[in-house]
């Protein structure tokens, strides 16, 4: 092999390596605000719980780490609630629409997936298992989720976006 084809094949292949490594688009499945008046077919006010230190105790054993924020919107017709959360997959945020009615999830929806492998928790065979779920003692699910191969970094980030949503949609009710 020649030295110009030996110098095209290493800028061949440093090229690839580039390509690769660069971070996987977000894929926008569904705006957050559409979501909201898909689910109250009409457009409500957002309200705010704060995050006092206790909740955020217990957010953050929920989450493995402390929420983000001081302050979760969502919103609320008084017999359902909205809650849009992110979590981290492997690497990059995951943002979901999550439906609680009367302390069980109506509905999950996957809005904006960013990662560039486990993509399949978007689809509706993964997300039906978390209806009618509801907090079991511990702030755990009242059942087990199965998981998808390639997948368990972002079943575990919706895992937790559950529970949290559901453990909120409590607090916001006291």
Not at 29 to 42: C, D, K
Not at 97 to 119: D, F, K, P, Q, T
Not at 128 to 152: E, S
């Amino acid at each position: 092999m020649g030295r110009g084809t030996q110098r095209g094949l290493a800028v061949l292949a440093t090229a690839i390596g580039v390509c690769s490594a660069v971070p996987a688009r977000s894929q926008i499945y569904q705006e957050p605000e559409a979501f909201i008046a898909e689910v109250f077919g009409s457009k409500l006010a957002p309200k705010v719980l704060w995050l006092t230190k206790a909740i955020q105790a217990e957010a953050g054993a929920i989450l493995g780490h402390p929420p983000a924020q001081l302050r979760q919107r969502y919103w609320s017709n008084g017999r359902k609630s909205v809650w849009i959360l992110e979590e981290t997959g492997k690497e990059e945020p995951i943002t979901a629409g999550i439906v609680v009615a009367e302390g069980r999830i109506e509905h999950v929806r996957v809005l904006v997936y960013r990662e560039s492998r486990g993509g399949e928790v978007r689809r509706s065979s993964f997300l039906t298992q978390f209806h009618d779920v509801k907090l079991a003692p511990g702030n755990r699910l009242d059942r087990d989720i199965d998981g998808i191969v390639g997948a368990t970094l972002s079943v575990g980030a919706i895992d937790r976006m559950a529970r949290l949503a559901l453990y909120f949609d409590r607090k916001s009710r006291d």
